[in-house]
């Protein structure tokens, strides 16, 4: 049963390392040649696995597993290009937008992009307001009562102040709705991967793994490299390449 004592291992630690047991796992199959991008091409158009075989002159190719198995049916098309170029020039972006991450030219959307964090201090900050004001009209209403201000000026100052508090809920509402959908800070989780990745001479599959999400590989062979990390996603969903 989960959850039930105090783990051994921290959670996101665990996780991170059965992921990685994962793609050890699936490099451990019985296929003759095992590649860097194993696992991660998705053809963009039927969403099926693309497979990586070697031609009579050794050089390596890319095939839709779909088209493979159903050429006849024409369910897709081959989506065939040098394998060799694709890891080259994934390779080469990666390191050169980590490089720049590294170098803090890149600031990964932090400041443009607001955490759950950030939407509850701006909520906690709303809530004040919204108080203070409810208070304000309270106290006025007593002074109504004790004849210290006249009705006409208690109906003038009620209305304006319930039409803030309305305006004031209502941007706390709209908050809390986008607070539920705002990505975690994992800036720290970043730059760490980050740096590994830089340290390593060879890149392996598993380091891979933990970076890319998975590679697109469109029909006119452009290509699409979606990552991992939240923030990531949004600075760099989509690269563009055409090969």
């Given amino acids: 049963m989960e959850n039930t004592h105090e783990p051994i291992i921290d959670k996101e630690v665990f996780n991170k390392v059965q992921k990685m047991v994962i793609a050890q796992n699936y490099n451990r199959n019985e296929k003759k040649h095992h590649f860097l991008l ?46 060799e170029i694709l890891e080259k020039t994934v ?40 108080n203070i004001i409810k208070n304000n009209i309270d106290k006025m209403y007593v002074d109504k009562l004790n004849n210290k201000i006249s009705e006409e000026m208690y109906e003038r100052l009620f209305n304006k102040l319930i039409a803030e508090v309305n305006q004031k809920e209502k941007e706390y509402n709209e908050l809390k709705n986008k607070k539920e959908n705002a990505r975690q800070d994992d800036t720290k989780e970043i730059e760490k991967i980050v740096k590994e990745f830089l340290k390593l001479e060879k890149p392996t599959p598993e380091i891979m793994k933990v970076i890319i999400n998975k590679i697109e590989i469109h029909q006119d062979k452009q290509v699409d490299i979606l990552f991992n990390f939240k923030k990531m996603q949004i600075a760099s969903k989509s690269h563009g390449k055409n090969l």
């Fill in 38 to 83: 194993d696992g991660l091409l998705i053809c963009y158009e039927c969403k099926h696995k693309i497979g990586v075989k070697t031609r009579k002159n050794g050089k390596l190719d890319m095939v839709c597993n779909n088209y493979r198995r159903n050429s006849k049916l024409r369910l897709c098309t081959s989506h065939g290009f040098s394998y």
């Fill in 91 to 130: 390779l080469q972006y990666i390191k050169s937008l980590f490089l720049a991450i590294d170098s803090k030219k890149i600031e990964l959307n932090i400041k443009n992009n607001r955490t759950k964090q950030d939407y509850g201090k701006m909520l906690k900050q709303l809530q004040i307001e919204i």
